[in-house]
């Protein structure tokens, strides 16, 4: 469905891509061309989300991009990474439509977190978004993640959980936590080894050049 969205937003993109749009009315816009793509007759609610989240989520343009705030909890991590990488993709095609007065070089979309914090999930750069759009590269292969405390460091039970212990345990659940979360290499290792062994793969994306070596520049 995401590969035809270009001819689904097309309507909307000519009415207003001869006008001059003020920011609020560039957001107004990229809500409308979501809800085009749910109310599209090819849209799927079986293999996507969207449908759900979309009436709580936030749009905001900023000069350095855009970002997607979704204002409500999610049943499990891999929901958010499914609606986040969708969104992403919708976007960087609305990005290459000629609708907007702006071209975003980041795109984020935002969620609650365990602990009181928000996972973001982001791509930046103007070339890799048109990579994206064109469908050049696999968006799980670019797309990144941030975990954002809203702490000088994360909250004590993560610390705990992880701290300098080789042997520490780690949720493998989702793709929860980044390599600031761990206080030495040897303890994102360990977090990695455990995920790895568990076949959930490298959930957190600790190892960025897959070499089996996971936050290599932590101390």
Known sequence: ????????????????????????????????????FVDDPRYDPAISNLHVYLP???????????????????????????LGSELILLLSIINQADILDTRFSRIEVISPGPEGSSVSLY?????LIAE??????????????EVDWGYASPPDSVQQQYGDDESAQCSCSGNLYN?????????????????????????????????GYACERNP
């Open 1 to 36: 469905m995401t590969e035809n969205f270009s001819s689904t937003i097309k309507p909307t993109a000519t009415s207003y891509s001869s006008k001059v749009l003020s920011t609020t009315e560039m957001e107004e816009v990229i809500v409308m061309l979501l809800w085009d």
């Open 56 to 82: 709580y989520t936030d749009v905001n343009l900023s000069a350095q991009g855009i970002s997607l705030s979704v204002h409500r909890d999610f049943d499990e991590p891999e929901d958010f990474v499914e």
């Open 123 to 127: 791509v930046s750069g103007s070339t």
């Open 132 to 145: 994206i759009a064109n469908g050049n590269v696999d968006i799980y292969d670019v797309m990144e993640a």
């Open 179 to 211: 390599c600031d979360d761990f206080n030495t290499q040897v303890a994102a290792q360990a977090c990695f080894n455990y995920c790895m062994n568990l076949g959930k793969g490298d959930v957190h994306w600790l190892d960025g050049d897959d070499d």
